[in-house]
């Protein structure tokens, strides 16, 4: 079954400091796309970053990147340069090739940006 | 630019009572998808739309039924709300239905059910 696990449920960072949001997945698709989402409280859902199965380099986009390591099967999120408006509740997720675009979503990440 | 509107933003039903969440994209998307979130979880799927014409199961269908109304409206409706479908319901759309295209979300509706 296809699936994807984050396993911190909450972490805390300093602002400036970097920080790394773990993601793994469970598929046998060859090909898929991996999403990061941002949820902060006030509900609504950002698109981050996109990672394709067969892109070679790490995706980047201003202060995040992702950290694909395809044989460990796992997605990570690196924001750099924390800011106290990176706290929120962030998603990994997968879309497996060929399923109409669906997106499968992890438990989240609670983010917390201390001054 | 609204990009995708969902209606309403809050709503309070009764057990066994219907209603219809409204759900509307203005960035000439092909794709429209209905997601429910329960507390500390995940999106899960409902139904999704692929194209105009077409709609398919997610993960989680049982209870809902949804219409394509053209490309840019896709509603979903709960014929006899139950309370275990309390939860807030996204709306998203995407250019194309493929693994490769992000999707864009509503604000989401906030539903309770007594």
């Known amino acids: 079954a296809q699936k994807i696990t984050q396993t911190q449920p909450g972490m805390f960072v300093q602002e400036k400091e970097a920080v790394t949001l773990d993601c793994t997945y469970d598929?046998?698709?060859?090909?898929?796309?991996l999403f990061w989402y941002k949820q902060p409280s006030s509900g609504e859902m950002i698109f981050l970053i996109y990672?394709?199965?067969?892109?070679?380099q790490n995706a980047t986009e201003g202060r995040y990147s992702l950290n694909f390591q395809k044989a460990r099967k796992s997605a990570n999120l690196v924001i750099s340069a924390s800011q106290l408006g990176d706290s929120a509740m962030y998603f990994c997720?997968?879309?497996?090739?060929?399923?109409?675009?669906?997106?499968?979503f992890g438990q989240g990440t609670e983010l917390s940006v201390k001054p | 630019n609204a990009g995708v509107t969902q209606t309403p933003k809050f709503q309070v039903l009764k057990t066994g009572q219907s209603m219809t969440l409204q759900c509307a994209q203005d960035?000439?998307?092909?794709?429209m998808y209905w997601y429910r979130q329960d507390p500390g979880m995940g999106l899960r799927l409902i139904y999704y739309?692929?194209?105009?014409?077409?709609?398919d199961k997610g993960e989680v269908p049982n209870g809902y039924n949804v219409s394509r109304l053209n490309k840019r409206e896709f509603s979903l409706r709960l014929e006899s709300a139950a309370p275990s479908q309390t939860s807030v319901y996204f709306c998203?759309?995407?250019?194309?239905?493929?693994?490769?295209?992000?999707?864009?979300f509503g604000d989401g509706t906030r539903l309770s059910i007594l």
């Open positions: 998203a759309s995407s250019r194309l239905p493929d693994s490769n295209q992000p999707q864009h």
């Open positions: 739309s692929a194209s105009e014409g077409t709609t």
């Open positions: 997720a997968m879309s497996p090739y060929n399923q109409g675009g669906k997106l499968i």
């Open positions: 960035m000439n998307h092909n794709s």
């Open positions: 990672q394709g199965s067969y892109d070679q």
């Open positions: 598929t046998s698709d060859p090909s898929y796309g």
